[in-house]
T-cell receptor
Framework: DAKTTQPPSMDCAEGRAANLPCNHS???????VYWYRQIHSQGPQYIIH???NNETNEMASLIITEDRKSSTLILPHATLRDTAVYYC??????????????FGKGTLLTVNP | NAGVTQTPKFQVLKTGQSMTLQCAQD?????MYWYRQDPGMGLRLIYY???????DKGEVPNGYNVSRLNKREFSLRLESAAPSQTSVYFC?????????????????FGQGTRLTVV
């Protein structure tokens, strides 16, 4: 799996958009970008994933650059409950042992009142 | 739906004791995983099972054994616990990616087992 680079921490004001960047400059054409978050040592929670197109769901939006070397997770209206560690992960689409997810240290997002 | 259930939630062991961490999923997933998380660190893969009857080592398998008992259950065993195995253990499961769709499966995680070895 490709290595990802994320800032160790970020702050965001409640009600504002939180934009979390991720660099994955060595990503391959068959690798997806996944985002998970972990709230206060609970089990990680899936947020969103994408291959090359921008994606949106009820939780967040994912913007992937045209060259796919970086992406941004956007939480449009951050709340205090969004305070968590956010993990950006790239993973091959298929292939036996490559189903596994490899986690880095992630970004600690703190949403302030 | 229960999703992924881990037992126990907390455990304290003495060095040298053995124990088995249990994990069960009710989503009919083929793939299951065991991770450990140490303070301030990301999750590290211990073992995984791509399908019933198969298991493979992850990044940090030493000191652990696993059993994929059936499609639902994937257990992690510590034969002789050591203080270095003090950690939070997470089990996860995901669908098998068939390759015939553009959908890449997400993984669902349990709530963790907090293990302390003294």
């Amino acid at each position: 799996d490709a290595k990802t680079t994320q800032p160790p921490s970020m702050d965001c004001a409640e009600g504002r958009a939180a934009n979390l960047p991720c660099n994955h400059s060595t990503i391959s054409g068959n690798e997806y970008v996944y985002w998970y978050r972990q709230i206060h040592s609970q089990g990680p929670q899936y947020i969103i994933h994408g291959l090359k197109n921008n994606e949106t769901n009820e939780m967040a939006s994912l913007i992937i650059t045209e060259d796919r070397k970086s992406s941004t997770l956007i939480l449009p209206h951050a709340t205090l409950r969004d305070t968590a560690v956010y993990y950006c992960i790239v993973r091959v689409r298929r292939g036996g042992s490559n189903y596994k997810l490899t986690f880095g240290k992630g970004t600690l997002l703190t949403v302030n009142p | 739906n229960a999703g992924v259930t881990q037992t126990p939630k907390f455990q304290v062991l003495k060095t040298g004791q053995s124990m088995t961490l249990q994990c069960a999923q009710d989503m009919n997933h083929n793939s299951m995983y065991w991770y450990r998380q140490d303070p301030g660190m990301g999750l590290r893969l211990i073992y995984y099972s791509a399908s019933e009857g198969t298991t493979d080592k992850g990044e940090v398998p030493n000191g652990y054994n696993v059993s994929r008992l059936n499609k639902r259950e994937f257990s992690l065993r510590l034969e002789s616990a050591a203080p270095s195995q003090t950690s939070v253990y997470f089990c996860a499961s995901s669908e098998e990616e068939t390759g015939y769709t553009n959908r890449a499966p997400e993984a669902f995680f349990g709530q963790g087992t907090r293990l302390t070895v003294v």
